[in-house]
Every structure is written in C-alpha cells, then in structure tokens.
C-alpha cells in the first residue's frame, strides 16, 4: 500500500470552488479507480484555506493511474487558478495499520 498526503493552500475566497473541484475528482476517482482505496479531502479547522487530501493506493500502478488520469489534468487545470502555491505532496509506505 501505497499512503499520499497532498496539503494544497487555496486563495482566500475561493475555498468554495477549489471543494467542488475535489468533490468532482472524488467522485471520478470512487467511480474508476479501484485500485485508489482511500481518497479523502480535509480541511484545516485553524485555516479555511488549507486542504489535505489522505490518499490510499493499493500499489504504485495504481498511483499512476490516477496521477495520468484525464479527470487529474482537469482537476489541476482547474485548482492551478484557485491555489496560492505548489501543493506539498508527501509519500508514505505502510507499515502497520487497524482496519
């Protein structure tokens, strides 16, 4: 397993556009990818404009699927102009989970 935590920033004002951005990529996502077993948005109860996605692939294969996703390129084309900033990707393996 594959764990991806994605902390993007949006311009203040446009908080609202950026969630119906993601809430479009969530449904893409829960529609065709099974191999993505989590994919999650939050936003920061200290900073309105502070967004993580908690993202769980079942491999790297499945990563790349979504990272090559048409429905990814629309989702940044349309994100790109609502964000103050590069988003801050980090990657995790699993070691140890519940569940």
Same mark, same amino acid.
């Given at each position: 397993?594959?764990?991806?935590?994605?902390?993007?920033?949006?311009?203040?004002?446009?908080?609202? +556009? *950026?969630? /119906?951005?993601?809430? =479009?990529?969530?449904?893409?996502?829960?529609?065709?990818?099974? #191999? &993505?077993? !989590?994919?999650?948005?939050?936003?920061?109860?200290?900073?309105?404009?502070?967004?993580?996605?908690?993202?769980?692939?079942?491999?790297?294969? +499945? *990563?790349? /699927?979504?990272?090559? =996703?048409?429905?990814?390129?629309?989702?940044?084309?349309?994100? #790109? &102009?609502? !964000?103050?900033?590069?988003?801050?990707?980090?990657?995790?393996?699993?070691?140890?989970?519940?569940?």
């Amino acid at each position: 397993m594959l764990t991806v935590i994605a902390t993007l920033k949006v311009q203040p004002g446009k908080e609202d +556009a *950026f969630v /119906a951005a993601a809430k =479009s990529m969530i449904e893409y996502v829960t529609a065709n990818e099974p #191999g &993505t077993k !989590l994919y999650s948005l939050h936003r920061s109860m200290a900073d309105p404009t502070t967004f993580v996605f908690y993202e769980v692939y079942a491999d790297q294969a +499945a *990563f790349a /699927a979504h990272g090559g =996703s048409p429905a990814m390129a629309e989702f940044f084309g349309a994100a #790109g &102009t609502l !964000l103050a900033g590069r988003p801050d990707i980090a990657m995790y393996e699993d070691i140890a989970a519940r569940g």
